[in-house]
Structure formats: C-alpha cells, structure tokens
C-alpha cells in the first residue's frame, strides 16, 4: 500500500491552498498545522481519557523548508488560534526541570482567570539539535517527555518550594536533521520509548516558486475552535472506525514483532497516534464522532511517520554497526599509502600510537636509513610480504598435495516446504502478508 498521505478536511484543504505559494513539503505544512491545533484544542477535548496531543518533528536538510513549514502553519491556524499560540508558545526547554517549570508557570498564571486553570502549552523547537544536545546532560528530561504526553502528573523541586501539574497539555513540534536525529536519539532511549511519542516526518523535495507573493487567506479554525472550546468534548468512534481501528492495532503488532528491538520501540504507538490524529480532524470538523474515513486519513500521515522513522532508525543502527579497525589494519592501510613502507614521523602521530605498540604488530618489519651522509637514522616500517605455498615435490605428489587441503565444510539446510520460494531472506525481515495490509509498503 502507498505511503500517500491525505490531507483531509478543512485542515488538508488550507494546506492545498497556501502550498502552492512556499518552497517546502505540503506534509510537513500539514503536521505542523495539527500540532498547533491539537495544542489549541488539548484543553476540552478528550479521546479514550486522553487529551489528542500530536508531537511531531520534521526532519530534513538545511534549507529543505522545516521553518517555512511552520510560518505557513502558523498563517493557516493564525485566524482561528492565533491569540492562544501568542500566550500559549514556549521554547528552549532543555532540562526536566525547566520543562516542568513551563508548565506549572503557565498553570499559576491562570489559575485565578475566568475559565480557571489552564495547562495549554505549545513548544516549538527549530533548533532542536541544542535541546538534544544539552539534555544529555540530563536524565531526567526523557522521562518528563513521557509524562508529559501521558497526561500524567509532573513534579519539580525548587528553591521556592515544590512545583506540582496535574493532568498537563503540552505539545512538542521539533526540527532537525537526520545526522541530529541519529546522533542524538540514542538506541537506548528510543528503546525505552523516550522518542516514539514523537512523529517524525523527513520532508521530501520542495517545488521552486518563480515569484514569490503573499500566501492567500485560509481560515479553517476560528469556527472550529469556538466549537472545540465551549464546553468538553468527548471523542468516539463510530462502528465502521471501530473495525478499522482493531485492524490497525492488529497489523501494528504484527510489524512490531517482526521488527529488531530499538525499531519496533519506535512505532510502539501507532495505533494510539492514529486515534490522536484523528480526533483533532473530527475537531475540525465539528464533530465528535471519528469516522471510518476521518481514521483512514490520519492513518495515512501516521503510517508515512511509521516509514520515515524507520528510515532514520535503520540509518542509526547501520551507523552504531560500524565495523571498528584494529590497529594493525589501520598501520597496513597507513604502510599501503605511502608505498609499501613508511617512516616513524609519518606514521606514529598520524596514528597517535606508541613505537613499542607497532613494533607488536606480527609481521611488522623494521629498518633504518640516514637522512643524509650526517643525518639521524630514521625507522622505517614495513610487512613482511607473503609467501605462496611451495609447489608439490617428487615426495609429495600433488594428489597427495590435494587430498590433505581441507575441505570447505558441507552445511545441510532443511527448508520448510512453504519457504522454498523466499530462500534468501535477510534476518529479522518482516513477514509478508496480505496485499490489503496498510503496512505491506514498510515490509
């Protein structure tokens, strides 16, 4: 099945519209304007007990269009949510602590207001490789994330005494690299489901505009988000979506266990994504109840998040696997470009390694020559060069000669009757199935 993402309702139509004017993916406009509005709405709006908060990340380039994604977001959702994004938008979070502190700021500054308590909080982070960065530093700010996107608790100690959210309403839009996605989400942390709450989308090529001119005026919300936020809303699927919903968490499942480990971490949370996606499109379009085709459609964007983070994943583990040299590998690749012989000078501190340590190297040669008539004797190092076997004797007939060579070992392998068409399979591929599984583009 493709990966083709539909951009549905009022949210895909504004993005049909102002994508023709910027140079950047119209997915990544598309995620950028659900994030902020999940953020808008995240404070009455409820799926399965859960505010639909939508955390995502594009990642691409430099220059392949991240920031102007998010400007061309912002003019879409600008009309309906744009005075709670100028109160609601934080940045720079790069501790636990700090995260919290956002969030319970946000909380005390509301809590004597007309509509009481409010922990809506947007975080945009374009830099997000400085966040990462800093926040290894930090053990702690990992498992704020999760809490955070949990809805649970949150708590913090301060010099002003103890900081405690309940039930918080933080969405997190990031931008990065792939370099800074697989230098920075480590195996470890990806496999603990640090990240997986994130939906990462790598932006494919950009059209060129010819002339660039003012974005033209959409304005999908401002109805939207009266509605939204009037009184609480309550999601649910209808029968059709419910059907569909078993068969996404079903084929989730079976791709996750045919994935290697840190993989199938990532993608941990597909189904509940899809259901988080697809409660903000019903949001938009005014109604509580999710659709057979308002969740086919958000499972189109999560199932191109699903591709896209395994393509940034593998990357990671093809890196982390990296055959590492040993040291006499890397003396006989230095002695080989230099010809076949090189001088102490020219490989110890090109090396950083000890005299001693190359003189261990078994087939190591030492020689020395002067610089000169009056020069210093310099070291020079070498291998000893190989020698072919000797040919048969008269005593050693080469008959003899063959039957003692040993052999290449004789390996059976029995092949179950129903694999003989696949016999070379890589490990831990993922296991076909039927042509109508949504993942079937992924194995």
Known sequence: MSTQVELYGPVGEAVRTVAPKVETDPVGIYMATLSLWSAAISGTVTVEGRAPLVWSALVAKTGRGKGTALRAAKHIAGPGIGRFLDTHTASGLTSGASLVNALYEAQENSSETEHGTDVRLFVEEEEWQETLRRVKRDPSFTGKLRLAWDGSVLRNTTKEGPQEVRDPRMVMHTHCTPSDWNKYVSADEAAGGSYN???????????????????????????????????????????????????????????????????????????????????????????????????????????????????????????????????????????????????????????????????????????????????????????????????????????????????????????????????????????????????????
Not at 240 to 249: G, N, S
Not at 287 to 309: G, K, M, P, Q
């Open 197 to 443: 709450r994130i939906l990462p989308v790598i932006l494919g090529s950009a059209h060129l505009i010819r002339k660039r001119s003012a974005l033209p005026h959409v304005d999908p919300f401002s109805e939207a988000y009266a509605w939204a936020t009037v009184k609480p809303r309550v999601m649910v699927m209808d029968a059709w979506a419910e059907d569909l919903y078993y068969v996404i968490r079903r084929y989730a499942s079976i791709l996750s266990e045919s994935l290697p480990e840190v993989e199938a971490a990532m993608i941990q949370r597909t189904a509940e994504q899809t259901l988080r996606v697809a409660a903000c499109l019903a949001a938009a379009d005014m109604t509580e109840v999710i659709t057979e085709d308002i969740l086919l459609a958000a499972f189109s964007l999560v199932r191109r998040s699903v591709r896209d983070v395994l393509v940034l994943t593998r990357g990671q583990a093809t890196a982390a696997k990296a055959p590492v040299r040993t040291l006499e590998e890397k003396v006989r690749e230095r002695i080989a470009s230099l010809g076949g012989k090189a001088s102490s000078s020219d490989l110890l501190p090109f090396l950083r390694v000890s005299k001693a340590a190359v003189e261990a190297i078994p087939g190591i040669v030492m020689s020395q020559a002067r610089n000169g008539k009056q020069g210093r004797p310099v070291t020079f190092y070498s291998f000893r060069e190989k020698q072919e076997p000797a040919e048969p004797t008269a005593e050693r007939p080469k008959a003899v000669a063959a039957a003692t060579r040993p052999t290449p070992k004789q390996v059976t392998v029995r092949i179950p009757a129903h694999e003989t068409t696949n016999v070379v399979r890589r490990q831990a591929a993922p296991v076909a199935v039927e042509t109508d599984n949504p993942f079937a583009a992924l194995v």
